[in-house]
Nanobody, 119 residues
């Protein structure tokens, strides 16, 4: 069974920084793309940043130049460095990974970690 476990969320003041971590585990699991999504109360889940094979990264416009996504030396790990945080960044942040299973691309999600930015 594949598990994605996030850590690093918390409460921070506006302008502060947090670093989220995600580790995926499971017998034979090899993540293809990994990324972060977020969901604020009353809003839909939205892409924050993604890193795909080859190292190409994609960022939502609202986090460009503030957040940096990276993958760890261990293949199934991903990080999100969040700087210059704003109150509107407050949300539950979810780690996402996809992987080929029997020639089909499947999605996997973490349980989410709360990020709260105070004014």
């Amino acid at each position: 069974q594949v598990q994605l476990v996030e850590s690093g969320g918390g409460l921070v003041q506006s302008g502060g920084s947090l670093r989220l971590s995600c580790a995926a585990s499971g017998s034979g699991f090899s993540a293809r793309a990994m990324g972060w999504y977020r969901q604020a109360p009353g809003k839909e889940r939205e892409l924050v940043a993604q890193i795909i094979p080859g190292g190409e990264t994609n960022y939502a416009e609202f986090v460009k130049d503030r957040f940096t996504i990276s993958r760890g030396n261990a293949r199934n790990t991903v990080y999100l460095q969040m700087n210059s945080l704003k109150p509107e960044d407050t949300a539950v942040y979810y780690c996402h990974a996809d992987a080929f299973v029997s020639a089909s691309l499947r999605d996997y999600w973490g349980q989410g970690t709360q990020v709260t930015v105070s004014p």
